[in-house]
């Protein structure tokens, strides 16, 4: 079921109204009816996912309670490695058994041998990506002692499968989220006011800005051959909002209807294109992907502790299992490359944390040069980059990129955009191009705040309202799926 959809306007309010009648009841019953409602969410794309969310949830419950009860370190490592093996083989099987047998056939012809493999043509489970590393969160923190496992495997579910980040995050720990379902919860009007907003900031993001540029951004990619240099520097531009239009605004929606159900979840994205250096960069996107693989994968391998080299080669590991992580294609592992190549120099220069504490002054209206400047540059390296998760295949990211700085005669000729096109016109391009100077005149007007409709006094709330609607009312059309549901 797509936010974004008829289905989920009218599922919503439903599972609102009954949920709040509950809190008159005994907890279990508000538990309940969340585990009820998310499986009844997730199954509305396929019922047979369920069995696999299900089969995890139970794992790492009993995992944890094994652990919970085991004080012999070599049994303790073993129910770990279990419970790591479940996940990951689940994640591995459904995600890239087909990419590693079409790799392995490869290898052996370019050997000059034929070796036959048979593809599966399996259906990826929609957000198993997402909610197996929210479960190993949990049993890997009940074997460091951080967390006391759970008895209650009605709170476990829930904290699972909760509906609103279940299929595309943010990716909860156990430690923050868990607790939450095994506390008393109580409507608050000044929260759920809250999350609408950023409910509706969500849809401007996605619905407007990345559905807008969407269109923008096929025709160029679709077509790059017969681009023009400057339409192939626009079309990635363009999917550089799309992607942070579609995922950021996917994280406002979740985090703001959760919001209304009492359930405060982590914030995923901090005005990402703010940020001077690729580090800082990385401290704002995906957040809870991006500190999840910090504590359980490169602190655990020894993170920059062992000296200098050490750090560069977990930090190499890190991108690359980062960019793995989103998808069976040699283009993610390259865009994750890039970005190892990237930070490198950061850390090698000890600058990788220096705007850590060091936010823009928010009492200006605008940037200094120094840290305009900065923020260009970061941007562009960033959009680079992109051009590898958005191309079909590595030949296609480079090609395109040596297209984009291939300067000549027809370079600035804009007019290859619109031929053999009758999706794309004048007004698409101009109406995605207002929407991107709106998103970033929001968020940097709000950057001190956690979404850009956090804002005081209703004459003003009511007028931006009525305009981010109008937006949204124009830019209504098919409900198009997430991008990161892919992952």
Known sequence: MLFNSL???IFLPLVFAVYWLLQHFNLRWQNAWVVASSYFFYGWWDVRFLILIAFSTLTDFLIGRALERTIVASQRKYLLWLSIGVNLGLLGFFKYFDFFVTNFTTAFTLFGSSVEGRLLDIVLPVGISFYTFQTLSYTIDVYRGKLKATSNLLSFAAFVSFFPQLVAGPIE??????PQFETRRK???TKAADGMRQILWGFFKKMVVADSCAIVVNQVFGSYEYQSGSVLVLGAVFFAFQIYGDFSGYSDIAIGTARLFGIELMQNFR??????????????????LTTWFRDYVYIPLGGSRNGKWNAVRNTILVFLVSGFWHGANWTFIVWGLYHALLFLPLLLLNKNRRYVDSGIDEAKLLPGVGQFLQMVLTFLLVTVGWVFFRAESVTDAFSYLYAMVS???GYFNVNTLFASTTTLSNFTLLFALLSIVLLLVAEWMQRAKTHALDIAGWRYRG???LLLMLF???AKGDSASFIYFQF
């Open 463 to 465: 007028v931006i309202y």
């Open 472 to 474: 949204i009312y124009i």
């Open 173 to 178: 720990r156990a430690t923050r989220l868990l």
């Open 407 to 409: 300067f000549g005669p």
């Open 271 to 288: 005005m990402p294109y703010f940020a001077r250096d690729v580090a800082d960069f990385w401290r704002r996107w995906h957040i809870s």
């Open 7 to 9: 289905e989920f306007a």
């Open 187 to 189: 409507f608050d009007y």
